[in-house]
């Protein structure tokens, strides 16, 4: 988790994401990535048997995809940086019994394949799409955290037509935005650091995706949307686990930065309500941005109610 690298990117990171910050992944070799997809078959961390298949999205480049089965409606699940689709194992395993789930592991990421280009936020809304095709997902919902709302902003805006729905979890935010200096310099006083540089001569496909995010393009969605956001109210919500502070002068500039978050955040909010015709928007107080873990029963609860008011399919 890297909560400082998050609230960093809220207030002050231009064409930041909003999530973790992660070294190049280890790679599965040729040979076992051909096992794995003839057998079908892969395990979440000691959990039930899952399938997992690899689809091409382009001549190469292969995506992970996790298949949680079940019936109904397909949801399908988009990691944040530096995560794969079987992070959503557990989450996952609460909606098979009304829908067929599935989870795609972006490229550059995890068994993916990690090719130095292609991380823009519409390339990446292309390959989602591209596994839809091949998967023959119609009318599924998408359903993202964090930088993933990027894919998600770009498939909702330019392929409206191959989904029922769009679900942001922490993740819609406009990641070219950049706040106000003073915001920016009280956030750099409480210790917490920016993103960091990309490493001459080394590819990271994290820069990558920070540095192909894309101003969404809200207006342009034609589906129902809900955004979650977690509202901190305190410093140790904004941060779990940092130190008490016993300063006054820093308890105060701690303050301060949860209410710059606040600020930015009901933004966002108001961006994200006011651009999508169709939206909702659910603020989770004291919420951790993992919703979907420290809140599961709320998000699983508001998803469901969500999905099912969406018009049936059409098939």
């Not at 989450?91 to 292609?118: C, E, M």
Request: aromatic share 8%.
């Amino acid at each position: 988790m890297a909560a400082a690298a998050e609230i960093l990117a809220i207030l002050a990171l231009k064409r930041s994401s909003a999530s973790e910050v992660t070294s190049v992944p280890n790679k599965l070799c040729f040979a076992a990535l051909l096992l794995l997809t003839t057998l079908g078959l892969a395990q979440d961390s000691g959990r039930a048997q899952t399938e997992v298949r690899f689809v091409e999205v382009e001549p190469g480049i292969n995506l992970e995809v996790v298949d949680w089965g079940g019936r109904g409606r397909p949801v399908v699940l988009l990691a944040g940086l530096g995560e794969t689709a079987h992070v959503y194992y557990q989450f996952a395993s609460k909606l098979t019994d009304a829908y067929h789930v599935f989870g795609i592991t972006r490229r550059g990421f995890g068994a993916s394949s990690v090719p130095n280009s292609g991380y823009t936020a519409s390339r990446l809304a292309d390959d989602v799409v591209r596994v839809l095709d091949v998967m023959k997902i119609d009318e599924g919902v998408l359903v993202g955290h964090s930088v993933a709302g990027e894919e998600l902003s770009a498939v909702g805006a330019r392929y409206a037509d191959r989904i029922a729905g769009l679900i942001y979890l922490d993740a819609a935010w406009d990641r070219t935005y950049s706040a106000p200096k003073e915001e920016q310099d009280r956030a750099a006083k409480m210790g917490i650091a920016g993103q960091p540089k990309a490493v001459p001569g080394r590819f990271d496909p994290a820069h990558a995706v920070r540095a192909g995010v894309q101003k969404p393009d809200y207006d342009q969605i034609r589906v129902p949307a809900l955004a979650f956001y977690p509202a901190s109210r305190s410093w140790q919500e904004l941060l779990p686990g940092a130190p008490a502070i016993t300063d006054p002068e820093k308890r105060a500039l701690a303050e301060q930065v949860v209410a710059d978050v606040a600020r930015v955040r009901k933004r966002m909010a108001e961006a994200f309500r006011s651009g999508v015709a169709a939206s909702r928007v659910i603020e989770l107080p004291g919420a951790g941005h993992y919703l979907f873990q420290t809140n599961e029963s709320d998000v699983l609860r508001e998803m469901r109610l969500f999905i099912e008011k969406l018009p049936a399919p059409r098939n």
